[in-house]
């Protein structure tokens, strides 16, 4: 197993409890991301948007599969991750977002209601009037501890965890695949499922994936618990009368600094990053985002007018697209599976496509294929 974020220990939870010999390969969180040199991981937060709610019926039905497992995993493992704060939609009326949503949610019979600008006190949502809400299982999970907890599952099935950096996966010429990392060390192994995010390329020897990792700016801003009360998840497309017409909010959220923040980003802006010291780079801060935070800043002080003129802070991560617009799920080889590209909307969904990826395993059934270039 290389690589053990979201999905990947999730996967690993999965194959250990169906009795499989497993090892991961993972990296710990650096200490400082400007001094690092390494790969990173995008579940170095505090707070992810879930919900059940979405315009695709297949990311809906991932994303209800494993929050239907979310307590259950909190109360196995002792880690909470998750608070269902609820989870709202919005665009102008008639958007053609929301209507996507209405009926996803029609087709797989999900609660949801449509609610009014006044039902969300400190929210100025303009012209935006068509809103969808999400009450139940809805609100926010925090990455660090949701992979702490399948962690501590997927050990005490039986897992082992070595935390080193995987630089060389290799089939060998008789039978197995050998694993060389960093620190130097080589193991054989039988099998071996990659789950390495934007930073999965380089481990993939003659595999050439269509995979676009692109860096992203998260912008967060310190808010009060009052604000958090009262303020479900958000996201938005097609928006009007705002610097932003696609962008996600969360309400305010604990970070390891003691102190709540208001969460927004966007994928408006791109910015691609094609090799792994692209990718370290961007993590490290580098890369002009001057753009993306004026709007990011512009358009949460428009939508929550009481922040403005409080301490702000931006994060990197990264998001890794797929050419089918769902993860890569599937064998490379009779030795080697691929679970990665959560296109910006894995980590709700985390466990099940965990789940899907270890049952490449014990199954000939494809789920998600790979696309490669010519």
């Not at 053990?4 to 194959?15: H, N, P, R, T, V």
């Not at 679970?339 to 049952?359: F, H, M, P, T, W």
Request: charged fraction near 25%; aromatic fraction near 8%.
């Amino acid at each position: 197993m290389v690589g053990c974020g979201m999905i990947g220990s999730a996967a690993m939870k999965y194959l250990a409890r169906a009795g499989v010999d497993v090892m991961g390969f993972s990296s710990r969180e650096p200490a400082s991301f400007a001094d690092h040199n390494g790969v990173f991981a995008s579940h170095y937060d505090a707070g992810r948007i879930t919900r059940t709610l979405d315009p695709d019926r297949e990311w809906a039905r991932m994303a209800q599969a494993s929050v239907d497992r979310y307590l259950e995993l909190e109360r196995e493992s002792g880690i909470h991750f998750f608070d269902a704060a609820g989870f709202a939609a919005f665009g102008p009326p008639g958007s053609n977002y929301v209507d996507r949503i209405r009926d996803t949610a029609n087709e797989m019979a999900t609660v949801s209601r449509s609610a009014r600008p006044g039902d969300f006190s400190g929210i100025d949502f303009g012209s935006n009037t068509d809103i969808e809400a999400q009450d139940k299982d809805a609100g926010v999970i925090n990455p660090r501890e949701l992979v702490r907890a399948q962690m501590i599952m997927a050990e005490r099935e039986g897992a082992k965890v070595r935390y080193e950096e995987v630089s060389r996966i290799e089939q060998n010429a008789g039978h197995g695949v050998s694993i060389e990392t960093i620190e130097g060390n080589r193991f054989e192994v039988q099998r071996v499922l990659i789950a390495a995010g934007g930073f999965s390329e380089p481990a993939l020897t003659g595999a050439r994936l269509r995979l676009d990792v692109q860096g992203r700016v998260v912008f967060l801003v310190q808010a009060d618990q009052e604000i958090a009360s009262a303020m479900p998840a958000l996201i938005a497309d097609d928006a009007t009368g705002l610097a932003l017409s696609e962008f996600y909010v969360l309400p305010p959220v604990l970070y390891p600094d003691g102190k709540r923040y208001l969460k927004i980003g966007t994928a408006e802006y791109g910015h691609p990053l094609r090799s792994p010291a692209d990718k370290i780079s961007w993590f490290r801060g580098k890369g002009d985002a001057t753009r993306d935070v004026r709007a990011l800043q512009s358009t949460i002080e428009t939508l929550v007018p009481s922040i403005r003129n409080r301490a702000t802070q931006q994060l990197r991560c990264v998001i890794t697209y797929t050419a089918t617009g769902y993860p890569y799920l599937d064998w490379l080889n009779d030795r080697t599976a691929l679970a990665v590209g959560g296109c910006g909307q894995a980590a709700k969904s985390s466990d099940e496509i965990g789940r899907l990826a270890a049952r490449l395993f014990d199954s000939d059934e494809r789920w998600y294929p790979v696309v490669t270039t010519n």
